[in-house]
């Protein structure tokens, strides 16, 4: 893991900041603070080498548009967002576009540690993305057709209501599908499910 371990909190909720800063400062980490995503935006490009942690509700410029700004300049850095309870979809858009990982307000302190710590160890890995992508590919390809479609599901961003009428099967039998694929995927939860289906490529381009 990156020995400096820099953190660039970006939250326009300062009791947010303060608390969140003091944690990670706690737990190991070195932490920059920005007040939202166009003072971040504006020093992002000699912004030193750590990972973003980006909070989606902001004013003036939400977390996603920031993410977006930041592909477009070539910004490489990890992104971790935070989003609300349940916000499945921005948290599918937001990986979509790159980001690692999301976690849901209000968070755990280990869940939010875990994730950063697999945002360093990206960080620290990016020569070894084609593995990764062949080792997630190779997960997907356990699956049964079905439960790569109830995949694809999740991927878009879809309830399981909403994927038992698309594929015209009982919101039980989904959650079966879902069970089973997160079993097979060693998925722990939907954040882990589509990190390894990005990693595959699944939903990016078509690709199942």
Do not use: W
């Not at 944690?23 to 490009?45: N, P």
């Amino acid at each position: 893991m990156s020995e400096t371990r820099l953190i660039h909190l970006v939250d326009d909720d300062e009791a947010v900041r303060h608390s969140a800063s003091f944690m990670l400062r706690h737990a190991g980490f070195t932490v920059k603070t920005y007040v939202d995503g166009v003072s971040f935006l504006e020093s992002a490009q000699q912004a030193a080498l750590g990972c973003i942690l980006l909070d989606v509700q902001m004013p003036h410029m939400d977390g996603l548009e920031v993410q977006k700004r930041l592909n477009d300049i070539g910004v490489s850095l990890p992104v971790i967002v935070l989003t609300g309870h349940g916000d499945v979809e921005v948290a599918v858009k937001a990986m979509k576009a790159g980001a690692v990982d999301f976690v849901e307000k209000p968070y755990e302190k280990q869940t939010l540690v875990d994730a950063l710590k697999r945002a360093f160890e990206r960080l620290d890995a990016r020569s070894h993305k084609d593995v990764l992508t062949d080792e997630a590919k190779g997960r997907i390809e356990r699956l049964t057709p079905r439960e790569r479609d109830v995949l694809v599901g999740l991927v878009d961003g879809f309830t399981n209501k909403m994927i038992a009428e698309t594929l015209d099967i009982s919101p039980r039998t989904v959650e079966i599908h879902r069970a089973n694929l997160m079993e097979k995927l060693d998925a722990p939860s939907l954040s882990s499910v589509l990190r390894i289906a990005f990693a595959a490529g699944v939903g990016l381009d078509g690709a199942v």
